[in-house]
Each structure stands twice: as C-alpha cells, then as structure tokens.
C-alpha cells in the first residue's frame, strides 16, 4: 500500500503559537509531569537557542532562560489538532492515520486523482501551510520507511519508488530507529541504517531475537504494518481550555478562533458546510453558558465563523470567569460551494453573508427568507416565501425521480424567462385592442401607455379540478414608459392581466 507521512517538526511548539500568536518568536516550553518531576517535553526554537532541551528539567530550563514561559503538555491535545489536519487533508486522500505527536499518514491511494503521489504531496503541505503548519512528505510503500524519510532526510518531499525503501533510507543516522532500537547496533560502532541493513539476517536474529529482526527488516525497506484508518467522529465539535480564566472577552479571541478554524478545516475535508452551531462556555467555579449560532447561508469558512461568533459573545454578560469555550455543529448540509459570476468579489459577498447571518442571529431564524416553489402551475402561486432550510438528502434512484418530476410540474415553461418582480394578485389592465385582438396599449396609474413590442403567446392553463381554473395566453410586452411586462389574456373573461415587470 503507498502512504505519504506528513511530519511537522516540533507539532506541538507549532500549534501552541498558532493557539497564541504572541508567542512567536519567544522562548517557551510545553511541560508535563515525569516521576513528581516537571519536564520540558518540548521547547521553541528560542529557548532552544538558550540551551533549554527536551527531557530537562524546568527549575534548570528556567535558570538557562529567566523569562522562558511553559504551558502544560497535553498528548490529548496533540492527537486532537492532528486529527484535524487529517479530516482536513480528506479532499485529497480517502484516509489518515495520526502518529502522534508530530505527525500522521496519508492513503496515498488516489494520488492519480490530483496528478501523481509528488502532487499530492506538494498539495498536501500547501494545505497544512494554509493552516499554519509547516513540515515535510514522504510518500512510500512502508510507514516505517516513509516516517523515517520524513523525520530524518534533507528533502521536504520525497517519492520513494515500489522496492527502493532500502536505498533510501541507507544514508539515515541510527537515531531514525526508536524507542532506543539502535543501541544495540551502535554499540557495534555501527552508525547508519545502511550498515545494519547489510548484517546477515541469521546473526542478528541470533544475538537480537524477534525484536532486533524486526529493526533489520525495517532497514531493509520491508515493514507490515498495516494502515489503520482513524473513525471520524460523527459529531463535529471542538473544545479549548483556557490556560488561565478569562474574566473578558478578548482573551477568548484566540480561543474562538482556535475553534473556528478546526471546525472550518474539518467541514472543508468532509465537503461540508455549517448551517447551525452551538458555543458553550464553561465558567470557573461552576456555571455554564450556551450561545447558538445560525447561518444565513451555510459556510465552512473559518472566518466567517469567527466574525459570527464574536458578534455573539463579545457583549454576553457572564457571571463567572471562563475556563473553558467549545463549538458544536448541530446542523450541517453538502458544501456544493458558490458560483461567482464576472466581476463579483468573494469579499463583498463574504461580508453580506455576516450581515445576514447577524440578522438572523439577533432577529430569529424566520426574519430573513427567500423564494422557493410550490407545487401549482398557477404563476402568482408558484413559488412563495420561506425561510433557509438546507436541501435534504437524496432518497435514492426513485425518489430523486419523483421530485424531478414535481419539479418540472412546478416550474412549467422551464428555460423561458420570468420576471423578476411578479405581482400577489393579476391586475387587470384598461386596455386598447385592435380587432384583430392585438394589445396596443393599456393605462396604468392613470397614464396611458403605448406597446412597442410584443412577443407570444405562451399559453398556460389548469387546475381545471378546482373552483377557479384558469387559462391564459402570456405574453412579453414592452411599454413605452415602462417597459418590459408580463401581461395575460384571461380565456375565461378576454380581458388582459399584468402578471409581472421585467428589470
């Protein structure tokens, strides 16, 4: 099976500065708690600079580093932002696999799909960089292979062909083998994968057992281990907690958009998009607070998340400190994306999207609506006002041919133009007629006014079941004055109708 291993140096420093940006460029330590003693289990590249390094403890990384900061390392926390990058890259691979906690593999699988397996590589870390991560790919036949490559070798993409495992990973440092799995052939004055991988199988099986057989394969390029694709969860939600609680708003921004952005990436590898959300806020000591959120128009864009959610939470009055703030997508429908035509900015109508989500979050979810069909042939009743519901899910073969079919019931005439503005009720005209039954002019609001064109008819009729059918004979009439209309011949009375305006 190929797989590519997408290895970010140092994850854990990387996403700590995305969660709080003030921390670039500083020196900081992320520390956990070994035998009743504190550790740094990783260190920025500042503090690194200073002499602070992994495994050491903080009362001396403190003494190298005066000002050095630290936070608690959580592996739950790295497992989490890594499945997020995972469920993002989706779009480009069936299936991930987490190697926490700095890296993950890819189902290399449909590589062909976006141009070959160095594509998607190149794609793949394009993707993470949008993110804020950085790293390097490696794709492979061998997991072994591939995350060795990815963490040791110069090279930030690499293909490594069908049975050329071996050769590349020759020139790796026995550091490459973990756990400690290169002691034993170090202490052999041994210092490559190479040199192992040329020892006769038979001997080091004999001196290693099992587990130094299996460190001699793996440098031969041969490695089992099978894919394990991770479960997506089936719930979309993320949470933040807050190093310390938050008496104010702003320091929640990080933590929103934190929030945001997971959630945003996670929606754009399912191809989905959120329709409804609900942010919780846990308070310290106790209390709780649930804000929802509902879309306009559903997005997976980050940030339009975030603005939405600041618009709800910067002037909620809390009675307690936060500790704690997570999202949740309740709702969420098929991200089928947005045809822009010539000339629009995707910024001006990003900026209408917050508008109108704003007014549906402070007015309710029935102030805004738009037109959607019934199911009559009678054009004043044909569509009518309702409010955003996302399409549901196809039923299958048979119930899609049904709804094409009440759709093209509904809309008859389709592919002839309507007008924009289509009138509640018919109003009749005061026409002028010529014998031959020709329109030629009509008075509205009091002013008579002239047809200079007229095209039709185009003749409707039914609902011959009910008390009042109809049929009509439309046509498309330009008045001087006014200018384009859409008018009707009653069949039943002969008198004309305006149905609409055309702009």
Known sequence: MRRAYLHFTRFPVQRKVLELP???????????????????????????????????????????????????????????????????????????????????????????????????????????????????????????????????????????????????????????????????????????????????????????????????????????????????????????????????????????????????????????????????????????????LTLARPTAQAKLLLDLARHRLEELKLENPVAEVSARVDEHSEDRGQQLALGDAPEGDAALEVVLSRLVTTLGEHSLFAAGLEAVHRPEAAHGARGFHPPERRRGLAAEGLEAGARADVAAGVGRERPSRLLAAPACLDAEVAESGRLLAARL?????????????????GEWWADVPYQRDYYRVHFEGLGPAWVFRDGRDGRFYLQGLFD
């Open 22 to 292: 003030e921390l670039a460029g500083r020196p900081f330590a992320l520390v956990e708690e070994v035998r009743g003693q504190r550790r740094v289990a990783f260190a920025s590249t500042t503090a690194l600079k200073a002499g602070v390094r992994p495994g050491m403890t903080l009362t001396a990384a403190t003494a190298l580093e005066p000002v050095l900061r630290h936070f608690p390392y959580r592996p739950e926390d790295e497992a989490r932002a890594l499945t997020v990058l995972g469920e993002a890259l989706m779009a480009l691979a069936p299936g991930f696999q987490l190697s926490p906690p700095e890296g993950l593999w890819l189902d290399a699988g449909a590589a062909h799909l976006v141009g070959g397996e160095e594509p998607l590589a190149v794609l793949a870390l394009e993707r993470c960089a949008e993110l804020g991560y950085r790293g390097h790919a490696v794709v492979a036949s061998e997991a072994f292979t591939s995350r060795a490559l990815a963490r040791h070798g110069a090279r930030r993409v690499e293909v490594v062909p069908e049975g050329g495992g071996a050769r590349a990973l020759a020139p790796l440092p026995l550091a490459a083998l973990e756990g400690g799995e290169g002691a034993a052939f170090s202490s052999l004055g041994l210092t490559t994968l190479g040199e192992v991988a040329v020892l006769p199988a038979g001997a080091v099986a004999a001196r290693g057992g099992v587990a130094g057989a299996r460190v001699h394969a793996r440098c031969r390029g041969e490695d089992d281990t099978p894919f394990v694709a991770a479960v997506l969860d089936e719930v979309l939600e993320e949470r933040v907690v807050l190093d310390f609680p938050a008496e104010s708003f702003e320091p929640l921004r990080f933590a929103l958009k934190t929030l945001t952005d997971r959630l945003g990436a996670r929606l754009s590898g399912r191809r989905r998009a959120a329709v409804r959300l609900t942010f919780s806020m846990k308070l310290d000591p106790r209390g709780q607070a649930r804000v929802p």
């Open 445 to 461: 609001g009091g002013k008579r006014h002239r047809v200079t064109a007229l095209a039709g008819p185009e003749r409707l009729g």
